[in-house]
């Protein structure tokens, strides 16, 4: 978790995750999701965190967390060893997006992808008039000092699920008020008006 | 010269101020080294009471010179327990909610079976004559102690450096016999590294003629130098360079200046040598020997075929490991391999690599980050193993 702010994907990832199944969460930060799946859902859950004092939460919360990285530590996990992997809010901060996801689509049957587009109009509003790099509420950091390294926008990422071969099974949009955009409306809708995706998608 | 009194340490060898369990010839221990054991002895300390479902014991595995006396005054030095920071009532490993027991491993010297026991065969003492004792045989002895308690499953296993070894052989040689394994500032083998510095100890001890081929007790000596010096070097690699120069830095010790000659004119001199000199008043050179060679055996893959993995294949143990940023005897990325292992196997595993400038001995200090994982682990274990209210 980098500081992303609002934590709406949660519930819209958990309601995709099956019912007892093993969930793998890379970047679980102090264990919310892991424990919300924990108790709601009966899963046998994992996670990886970068930060201690994240790992420490979590450990506390009696979650079997490792402290680790999504760039680094992902290749020690064998094929097929999770049903569900999730990277939630992570995606933008990793090194290599694209090996992380290549790398979760060989552990996990299948793999939940949150993360904040950033094709959303106000974002490109900001950049268009201010000439800046955006900082808002949900994206609070300055270009220099943000763990932020890598976003992307709606359409970027479904390219990238082409690249990796990855079956998009299902993908939601929230707006900024937290509600989901229709699935009738166009993918260039989706693209400007959502501010958070969550995508499930398989091999 | 006047024949020294034997140290304080050598009655503990044989008539120890712990509880003892006396294994008979019909109760061999086998050892990896192909003989038999037998008789043998075990002393061992137990803190606070075995719930009537036997459910609550957690075993407590010491360190290379450390003994059961994990959370009780001393026998020999008077100082606290060694883990009294971690383990009493009211404490992380909560004595008013758990059983703990801590044995003196075999081949140690505080009243468990070692070199300076006497061999029924010869009356004398063992001396060298002790089959090599490895990490896997002090496991199998606690397990003897463990059957004899009447406690088919521990609660948790919990230990640091050779400790932590123990915790590891515990969760691959007794799967079923482990709820919860806490293995910390440890690895699942030695490294070349850690072999060299033991080596080191090794002759040190062997190179003071008052050793006598291992036959000191018999002769009424005491390889005290040779011994001291082992501690000396070992105790620096216990440390970090930071955590000794912020205490000792370059200060001299009780002097204005240099005197220009091989006196201990540094603090770090003079505090080096009141640690061997300590050291040698509680510990026996030959149980030195012993102890060290059996970490320097340790390594669990290459008994499971090379794969660690192979070692934690099908555990239903959860784990939780714990490594410090300084360590450099038992560094992080030790700790790391037994984690992608367990990874690998499938297992449930926790891993924190705690912020410290303390080095190895961090395990042994008053951390509060560790503190906390500790508790933050035992406490949910204890939760899902219905030893605490939810």
Known sequence: MNGTGSRVDFQLIADMIAPRARVLDVGCGEGELLELLRDDRQVDGRGIEISQEGVNRCVARGLSVIQGDADHDLRYYPDRGFDYVILSQTIQATRNPKTVLEELLRIGDKVVVSFPNFGHARLRLSLLFRGRMPVTRDLPYSWYDTPNIHFCTIRDFMLLCDEVGATVEKAIALDGTGHEIALSMPWWFWNLFGQQAVFLLRR | ?390
């Not at chain 2, 008789?39 to 407590?60: K, M, R």
Request: charged fraction near 20%; proline fraction near 5%.
């Open chain 2, 1 to 390: 010269m006047a024949v020294k009194t034997a140290p304080q340490s050598h009655e503990q060898a044989s008539d120890p101020s712990s509880l003892v369990i006396r294994f008979g010839p019909d109760e061999p221990l086998k050892l990896e080294a192909g003989i038999d054991l037998a008789p043998f002895q075990i002393a061992y300390q137990t803190y606070g009471e075995l719930n009537d479902a036997h459910s609550n014991a957690v075993l407590v595995c010491h360190a290379l010179t450390g003994d059961q006396h994990v959370a009780n005054t001393h026998p020999v030095t008077g100082k606290p327990g060694w883990w009294d920071a971690l383990i009493g009532p009211g404490k992380i490993v909560d004595t008013n909610r758990f059983f703990v027991i801590c044995t003196n491993v075999v081949g140690g010297c505080l009243g468990s079976t070692g070199p300076a026991s006497t061999n029924p065969s010869t009356g004398r003492p063992y001396g060298l004559d002790l089959p090599v004792i490895t990490i896997r045989d002090m496991v199998r002895a606690q397990a003897m102690v463990i059957d004899h308690l009447g406690i088919d499953r521990l609660f948790c296993v919990i230990g640091g450096s050779m400790g932590g070894m123990q915790v590891l052989e515990w969760a691959a040689s007794y799967p079923e016999r482990v709820f919860s394994a806490l293995p910390i500032a440890t690895g699942a083998r030695h490294t070349s590294q850690n072999i060299a510095f033991h080596e080191v100890g090794r002759q040190a001890v062997m190179a003071d003629p008052e050793w006598c081929a291992g036959r000191y007790l018999e002769a009424g000596k005491r390889p005290e130098k040779g011994l001291a010096v082992a501690r000396m070097a070992a105790h620096i690699t216990y440390l970090s360079e930071a955590a000794l120069h912020r205490k000792f830095g370059r200060n001299l010790q009780d002097r204005e200046r240099l005197t220009f000659g091989f006196d201990a004119d540094f603090q770090i001199e003079s505090y080096l040598r009141h640690q061997g000199m300590t050291f040698v008043d509680r510990f026996d050179a030959n149980s030195y020997l012993y102890m060290t060679r059996a970490m320097d055996y340790f390594d669990l893959a290459a008994d499971h075929g090379g794969r660690l993995a192979e070692a934690f294949r099908g555990t239903t143990t959860r784990f939780c490991l714990i490594s410090f940023t300084s360590d450099w005897l038992f560094p992080t990325e030790e700790s790391r391999r037994v984690v992608h292992a367990l990874n690998a196997a499938g297992a449930s595993v926790s891993f924190v690599e705690i912020e410290t400038d303390k080095g190895h001995d961090a395990f042994l200090l008053d951390e509060p980050e560790f503190h906390g994982a500790v508790r933050g682990f035992i406490t949910a274990a204890a939760r899902d193993r219905g030893i605490l209210e939810a």
